[in-house]
């Protein structure tokens, strides 16, 4: 079974500065797809970045960018310029990749980011 | 973009009533949906998957007869949460995936917060 592990329940960062979220996770599998949601207090669900598993290069949004390291089944968010509007819960969340479409999200528990001014 | 419609974004029942929950892909077919519960401070917990026209699959603990899963066309599914209970007092949010590979990720609804009295 695939688990998901974000060992940060909370962070907080100056406005402008740079902040690194963790995620690790355990499959046996080699074809999957990694996701960072964000979750305001409205509890909308945001997709905030993806990768896939078979591709080397980290994947970047803008300010978002990933550290996605397959071997060590690593996958942290890096924000950078934090805006205060970033604050949220972010979540790490892991589905199967069945030939391009995604199955179920398995997701971590969380890490509540709060920017301050 | 695909947008998924979730109705109510928020309900109070009495205990022992039931509520329905529905959820709508407006501009694409979703083949597959699955509905998520979230309690407070929590990450979301996959209850089921369900697929046009089958039978849903439920997770271990989450029982079938209670939270009745419907997925009767390409575009609707819906979720009744029966007898329902204080401690069933939680945060449901759908999540649809469309046919096709360019259909792939998968889209949230923006979630029904129920409170039941």
């Known amino acids: 079974a695939q688990t998901v592990t974000q060992s940060q329940p909370e962070m907080s960062v100056q406005e402008a500065e740079t902040v690194t979220l963790s995620c690790t996770y355990d499959t046996s599998e080699n074809n999957y797809y990694l996701f960072w949601y964000k979750q305001p207090p409205s509890r909308q669900m945001i997709l905030v970045i993806r990768q896939e598993a078979y591709k080397q290069q980290n994947a970047t949004e803008n300010r978002f960018s990933v550290n996605f390291q397959k071997a060590a089944k690593s996958f942290s968010l890096k924000i950078s310029d934090s805006q205060l509007g970033d604050t949220a819960m972010y979540f790490c969340?892991?589905?199967?990749?069945?030939?391009?479409?995604?199955?179920?999200?398995?997701f971590g528990k969380g890490t509540k980011l709060s920017v301050k001014p | 973009g695909a947008v998924v419609s979730q109705h109510p974004s928020w309900v109070i029942c009495k205990s022992g009533t039931s509520v329905k929950i529905e959820c709508r892909s407006l501009?694409?077919?979703?083949?597959?949906m699955f509905w998520y519960r979230q309690f407070p401070k929590q990450s979301l917990m996959l209850m089921a998957t369900?697929?046009?026209?089958?039978?849903?699959?439920?997770e271990q603990g989450v029982e079938k007869d209670k939270f009745l899963i419907n997925h009767a066309s390409l575009t609707l599914s819906t979720l009744t949460v029966t007898s329902a209970h204080p401690e069933d007092s939680s945060f449901y949010i759908c999540s649809a995936r469309g046919t096709g590979v360019n259909n792939s990720p998968l889209h949230f609804g923006n979630g029904t917060r129920l409170t039941v009295t």
């Open positions: 501009d694409f077919q979703a083949t597959t």
């Open positions: 369900s697929n046009e026209g089958s039978k849903a699959t439920y």
């Open positions: 969340a892991f589905t199967m990749n069945y030939g391009g479409s995604q199955g179920n999200l398995i």
